[in-house]
Structure formats: structure tokens, C-alpha cells
């Protein structure tokens, strides 16, 4: 059975600290794994990693992928309370008609 | 730019009633999936449709049939509802099975049923 888990459940930290948000994966033929933020509704795609090693950045985030050990980490630096959200990790598999499979999500609480 | 849209946002039922949950998307996208979200579990995958025409179970079938009216259509409908149904329901598509992109979702359906 395929398997995302992500960890913490839940974090809360001040603005200005810096974050790691861990999800590790155990699926048979992967293709990617894809990084969404979700605060009230939608959830906001963030990330996509296909290879390992290769860093995605995007202003203070940050996203690496590891297929040996079948792990990626999302980095936050210099948080700020807009970033307050759940954080959501999914990993999609090869000729599985293209779905999802997620994680149960990061809570992360940024305080002033 | 409209996306995914959902309808209706908001729902009560009662146990045994009927609905439809309907999504739209205006992207020209292929594959479109209902995903449910409770607390402490995650979204979880309903049923799928990687193309007009087709549609798969996903991982929590039971309780719901889905329609791929159209390209840009695909709805849900539960025949009589459950109180193990009520949930945030998320629509969303991408654009191609093979292409490996991101799927964009609609804002949600909170759906009560009492």
C-alpha cells in the first residue's frame, strides 16, 4: 500500500525563525513528488521534484527531494504569519492515471 | 481567470437524501479528480477520470458515483447520503496524465450531513 507521511503534524514558531517540514514515501514506480500550501480553501501548488538532489527555490522557500532515501524536506526561512498554513505533500506514481496521493499535512502556526 | 470552480461551497443533508456536487474547469485539462479532506487524514482520492469518457475508483469509492459529463465537467453525486460523508470536498484537475504537472483545485464543498 502506497504511504506519505509527513512530519510534524504541527509546528509553531516565531516570525523570523527558519522551518524544515519533512515527508517521506514509500510507493512503488514513482514519478514526482509535489509540495502544496493550503491555508482556508484551495489548496496552492508550490513544488514539483522529479530528481533527486536538484533544489527548487522560490523567494524564501525551498524544496529538495531525495530518491534514495525516499524523503523530501520544504525549508521556510525567515517565516512571516501570511505563512501559516497546512502544508501538504503529495507523491504521484507512474501510469497511475496522473492522481495524488497525499500526505496527512503540516499545520505550521507562525506568531508574530 | 475562473480554473476550477465548484458548487455549491456550503451543504446540508440529511441521512438518505441525494445530491450532486458539480466542478468545472475552464484550463482545457484531461484529467479531473473529487478528492475528500477530513481532519487529521489528509485529501484522499474518490474517484478519477483521466480523460472524457473514462473514470476510475480511487481510494474511497464507496458511497458515490461520479459523471464526466464533458471535457470540462465531472460531477459527484452521493444517492443517499451518510453522516461518514460529511467532509470538505475538493475538485481538481491537470492537464494530461502523461504530462506530470501540478493539479489545480476548486475552492471546496463543506458538506454536512445530519
Known amino acids: 500500500e502506497d504511504k506519505v507521511v509527513q512530519s510534524p503534524l504541527s509546528l509553531v514558531v516565531h516570525e523570523g525563525d527558519t522551518v524544515t517540514l519533512n515527508c517521506s514515501y514509500e510507493v512503488t514506480n514513482f514519478r514526482s513528488l509535489l509540495w502544496y500550501k493550503q491555508e482556508k480553501k484551495a489548496p496552492t501548488f508550490l513544488f514539483m521534484l522529479?530528481?533527486?538532489?536538484i533544489e527548487k527555490k522560490s523567494g524564501r522557500l525551498s524544496s529538495i527531494l531525495d530518491k534514495k532515501e525516499l524523503f523530501s524536506i520544504l525549508n521556510i526561512t525567515a517565516t512571516q504569519t501570511g505563512d501559516s498554513a497546512v502544508y501538504l505533500c503529495a507523491v504521484r506514481k507512474k501510469s497511475s492515471g496522473d492522481k495524488l496521493t497525499f500526505g496527512t499535512g503540516t499545520r505550521l502556526a507562525v506568531r508574530p | 481567470n475562473a480554473g476550477v470552480t465548484q458548487t455549491p461551497k456550503f451543504q446540508v443533508l440529511k441521512t438518505g437524501q441525494s445530491m450532486t456536487l458539480q466542478c468545472a474547469q475552464d484550463?482545457?485539462?484531461?484529467?479531473m479528480y473529487w478528492y475528500r479532506q477530513d481532519p487529521g487524514m489528509g485529501l484522499r482520492l474518490i474517484y478519477y477520470s483521466a480523460s472524457e469518457g473514462t473514470t476510475d475508483k480511487g481510494e474511497v469509492p464507496n458511497g458515490y458515483n461520479v459523471s464526466r459529463l464533458n471535457k470540462r465537467e465531472f460531477s459527484l453525486r452521493l444517492e443517499s447520503a451518510a453522516p461518514s460523508q460529511t467532509s470538505v470536498y475538493f475538485c481538481?484537475?491537470?492537464?494530461?496524465?502523461?504530462?506530470?504537472?501540478?493539479?489545480?483545485f476548486g475552492q471546496g464543498t463543506r458538506l454536512t450531513v445530519v
Open positions: 522529479t530528481s533527486s538532489g
Open positions: 484550463m482545457n485539462h484531461n484529467s
Open positions: 481538481a484537475s491537470s492537464i494530461h496524465s502523461e504530462m506530470n504537472t501540478e493539479a489545480f
